[in-house]
């Protein structure tokens, strides 16, 4: 396995890096010579994909991130890339589901489905804890001296 950057990179993948020790407008972390020469690319070569204009793709794929973030943000961060895809559709935009979801990973994008809420006999914590109040002896002398009920109905951890 390889380090950050290896042998198997593109060449644009290195241009990349050595683009991301960017300090400010003008200066790098490291001289960028220094740093062409040991990832194996040459200095003018990254000058010029520097200077470079964006292509159609990257451009196309910009457009999608905001659209996607924008239905994304309509759903109340609730649609997968299925939905997401879904709308763009109806909002007459051409993009594949995978493409969505690739621009979704990229943007860190993760659905968030609600719990349904369930209903409850009971608040948690509101009577305290119930007393058992038969010592768990279900047995009766005569009919109507020990009431007890059946909970089978209540969902468990133990199905």
Same mark, same amino acid.
Do not use: N
């Given at each position: ?9 593109t060449v644009?993948?290195?241009y ?6 960017k $300090?400010?407008?003008?200066k790098?972390a490291?001289? $960028?010579?220094?740093?062409?020469t ?17 292509? *159609?793709?990257?451009?196309r794929?910009?457009? @999608?991130?905001? @659209? ?13 890339y299925?939905?997401?895809h879904a709308?763009l559709r109806?909002?007459g935009v051409?993009?594949?589901?995978? @493409?969505?979801?690739?621009v979704?990973r990229?943007?860190?994008?993760? *659905?968030c489905?609600p719990?349904p809420?369930?209903?409850? @006999?009971?608040? *948690? ?11 768990r002896?279900f047995?009766a002398d005569a009919p ?6 059946d ?8 199905g």
């Amino acid at each position: 396995m390889c380090g950050v950057l290896c042998s198997e990179s593109t060449v644009t993948d290195k241009y990349e890096f050595i683009e991301s020790h960017k $300090v400010d407008e003008k200066k790098y972390a490291y001289p $960028v010579l220094f740093m062409c020469t040991h990832l194996e690319v040459p200095t003018s070569g990254f000058y010029e994909w520097r200077s470079r204009p964006e292509s *159609a793709t990257a451009e196309r794929r910009g457009k @999608l991130k905001v @659209l996607v973030r924008k239905a994304f943000d309509e759903s109340d961060e609730t649609y997968g890339y299925r939905c997401v895809h879904a709308q763009l559709r109806r909002w007459g935009v051409l993009a594949g589901p995978e @493409l969505v979801r690739s621009v979704m990973r990229e943007l860190d994008l993760v *659905a968030c489905q609600p719990q349904p809420w369930r209903f409850s @006999l009971t608040e *948690a914590g509101a009577a305290g804890p119930i007393p058992d109040l038969v010592d768990r002896d279900f047995t009766a002398d005569a009919p109507g001296t020990k009431m007890v009920g059946d909970i089978t109905y209540v969902p468990t951890w133990e199905g």
